[in-house]
């Protein structure tokens, strides 16, 4: 009897640590999503109508199995890129993820070029 007591404790602790891995994914999707109501408010720190719709969408896309991206996806095309704080690389906006390294690159280049123009001294 003491084994079936344990074995079913067992099973309810890990049926807690599941839902709990759920939660941390759902909480990093809201993190990563604008509320399109809010200026500049994730969805996980709005308290929006919008909000709450979409915690409840991404909700019910968990338990459909989705992952992640297909989650992402599904609101891309729904709401447009400016719904997700990470949008993904594509021809659209390829010029706004790679233009920081491109300054970058080039303020370096300017910097070696005038150090080496200074005279010794």
Do not use: H
Not at 35 to 60: P, W
Not at 94 to 106: E, M, V
Not at 109 to 121: D, E, H, S, T
């Amino acid at each position: 009897m003491k084994i079936i007591i344990i074995i079913f404790y067992f099973f309810l602790s890990f049926n807690n640590l599941n839902a709990e891995s759920t939660v941390i994914d759902s909480g990093k999707i809201f993190k990563n999503l604008r509320c399109l109501i809010c200026q500049g408010q994730s969805v996980a720190d709005s308290n929006s109508d919008f909000a709450q719709t979409i915690k409840l969408v991404v909700r019910d896309q968990i338990k459909e199995g989705k992952t992640e991206k297909e989650i992402y996806r599904f609101l891309v095309e729904k709401y447009g890129e400016w719904i997700v704080y990470k949008p993904p690389l594509n021809k659209g906006n390829s010029i706004l993820w790679l233009l920081p390294y491109l300054i970058f690159l080039i303020g370096g280049i300017m910097i070696f070029i005038l150090l080496k123009k200074r005279p010794n001294g």
